[in-house]
């Protein structure tokens, strides 16, 4: 029996079908092309895996589908052969191809398609019919992170040279940080009340380890915690900013994203203390 046949959804095997007519009449890329299509379906409407992109040969989403009977090697060499298909998006089931790498005529043959053709059956039946798995979800795609003044007078700053730089490319241009900007001093970019709130994006900020060449050179510099890093968010009035606070002076937390779906799917998220990494 042709395996193909095992195929459940009317629109893959349709294009399966399509693809073997063209390969019969030797139209190898438009075979391909199909192919890629069909891929993309299964793909797309698969409850078990998120991410894999028909075109785009990874071999973390290789190892991913050998759970499921698949052959890593198999599919790898499958993504190289077909064009890139995005499932969203303006160019959404539009093969692309990239003539620099693969996609030339010298891969549209005869027996690159017919391993296509294959290879294509023996994945979407292995995967068409996975169950649902949870996905882990990032931290920032459910929560904004906010910081909190505790005192009056918060400064956020960043540092600024005191001298311009100098144009000429020497040692110590190439080792930056004092010996190519010479000292700095700080530029305050806003002070906040204490009570006050903003939204951004906050890690430890890396402090000097008093060896400044080391430090510009080889990214040196130690994490004390004392100092916090800052990335003010667009939507700020003031517009996206980079600057430092000290630790001690704000508290931060991760409030839910004031976003439609967050509010749908997870309406019970609660208000996390940030935990620095």
């Known amino acids: 029996m042709d395996e193909s046949a095992l195929l459940t959804e009317e629109n893959v095997k349709r294009l399966y079908d399509e693809a073997k007519e063209c390969r019969r009449r030797g139209d190898f890329r438009p075979a391909l092309e199909k192919i890629g299509i069909a891929l993309s379906i299964v793909l797309e409407q698969n409850a078990a895996l998120r991410g894999l992109t028909v075109g785009d040969p990874s071999s973390d989403d290789a190892i991913r589908l050998t759970g499921f009977g698949v052959h890593a090697n198999d599919f790898l060499a499958l ?3 077909l064009p890139r298909v995005d499932s969203h998006g303006e160019k959404a089931n539009a093969p692309q191809w990239k003539q620099s790498r693969f ?11 017919d391993f296509c053709l294959r290879t294509f ?3 979407a039946v292995k995967i068409q019919d996975a169950q649902w798995i949870p996905g882990a979800i990032d931290r920032a795609v459910l929560y ?12 956020i700053w960043t540092e600024v040279a005191k001298e311009k730089p100098r144009n000429t490319l020497t ?14 001093r700080r530029e305050v970019l806003r002070t906040l009340a204490r009570g006050e709130t903003l939204k951004a994006h906050v890690s430890l900020a890396t402090e000097s ?14 994490k004390t915690g004392r100092v916090l890093s800052l990335m003010i968010l667009a939507d700020d009035p003031k517009g996206m900013q980079f600057g430092k606070v000290v630790a001690s002076e704000v508290r ?18 609660p ?3 940030w935990e620095p990494e």
């Open 171 to 184: 040692l110590g241009a190439l080792m930056g940080g004092a010996l190519a900007f010479g000292e700095t």
């Open 121 to 123: 059956v023996d994945v």
């Open 79 to 81: 993504q190289e052969f």
């Open 209 to 222: 380890s008093g060896d400044t060449a080391k430090d510009a050179f080889y990214g040196g510099g130690v």
């Open 252 to 269: 931060v937390t991760c409030k839910p994203r004031e976003a439609d779906l967050i509010k749908e799917y997870f309406p019970n998220l």
């Open 144 to 155: 904004d992170q906010w910081i909190e003044a505790l005192t009056d007078n918060v400064e």
């Open 103 to 113: 996609g030339h005529p010298g891969n549209w043959t005869e027996t690159t398609t």
């Open 271 to 273: 208000v996390i203390e």
